[in-house]
C-alpha cells in the first residue's frame, strides 16, 4: 500500500500547490501525489520531467554505465494516460535532464520536488535547479539515496557542500515508497 501524505508540507501562503517530478516513468508514483494534492485544494499542479526514453551513457558515472539504455520501454502516451484525470493539471516536460530544466525551465515555487533518476549527475542538476524554489516547508524526496550504486547520497553531499545547504535529512529504507 502506497501512501502519500502532503499534511507536513506548507505552502507558505502560495495559492498553488506544486509538485514536481525528475523521472516520472509511467506516473505510478505521480498518481499518489497528485491525488493527495487533490483532496488537499483543488488547485494544484504537476511538473512531469522524463526523458521517457533510455539512459544516456553520458549522463551517468562510470559505477552506473551497467545503466545505460534502461528503461528504453517508457512511453510518455502511456504515462498521460494513466494520469489523464488529472487533465491540465499536469505539464510534461520530455526531455534529458539537464537540457529539459532549460527548455522547461518550471515553476517559480516548487513546494514537493521527487527525484527518481537512477543517476547521481542528473539528480545534481535537477537539485540544483530547483533549490532555491523549495519554500520553507517544502518537501525534497531523493528516490535511490539508499542505493549505493547509483551513488545518489554522494550527488546529495556533493550538493549540500557546494551550495552551502544544511537541513533534516531523512533516510527512507530503500524502497519504503
Given amino acids: 500500500m502506497v501512501s502519500v501524505n502532503l499534511s507536513v508540507m ?30 488537499r485544494t483543488s488547485n494544484f499542479e504537476y511538473w ?47 526531455g534529458y535532464v539537464p537540457e529539459s530544466l532549460n527548455e522547461y525551465d518550471g515553476p517559480p515555487r516548487v513546494h514537493w520536488l521527487h527525484i527518481d533518476l537512477n543517476a547521481a549527475k542528473p539528480t545534481e542538476d535537477i537539485l540544483a535547479h530547483f533549490w532555491d524554489r523549495i519554500p520553507r516547508g517544502g518537501v525534497v524526496l531523493l528516490d535511490d539515496y539508499t542505493i549505493q550504486v547509483t551513488r545518489i547520497r554522494s550527488a546529495w553531499q556533493i550538493f549540500s557542500w557546494r551550495t552551502g545547504v544544511s537541513g533534516l535529512l531523512h533516510c527512507l529504507p530503500d524502497k519504503a515508497l
Avoid at 501562503?13 to 509538485?19: H, I, K, P
Avoid at 551497467?66 to 493539471?89: H, I, K, P, V
Wanted: hydrophobic residues 35%.
Fill in 10 to 39: 506548507s505552502r507558505q501562503g502560495d495559492e498553488c500547490l506544486t509538485l514536481v517530478e525528475g523521472g516520472v516513468c509511467d506516473g505510478w508514483l505521480a498518481w499518489f501525489a497528485l491525488r493527495a494534492a487533490r483532496e
Fill in 48 to 94: 512531469a520531467y522524463d526523458s521517457w526514453e533510455g539512459m544516456r551513457a553520458k549522463d551517468l558515472l562510470p559505477s552506473e554505465l551497467g545503466y545505460a539504455g534502461n528503461y528504453e520501454y517508457l512511453d510518455l502516451e502511456q504515462t498521460r494516460r494513466n494520469l489523464s484525470e488529472f487533465g491540465n493539471a499536469i505539464r510534461y516536460c520530455k
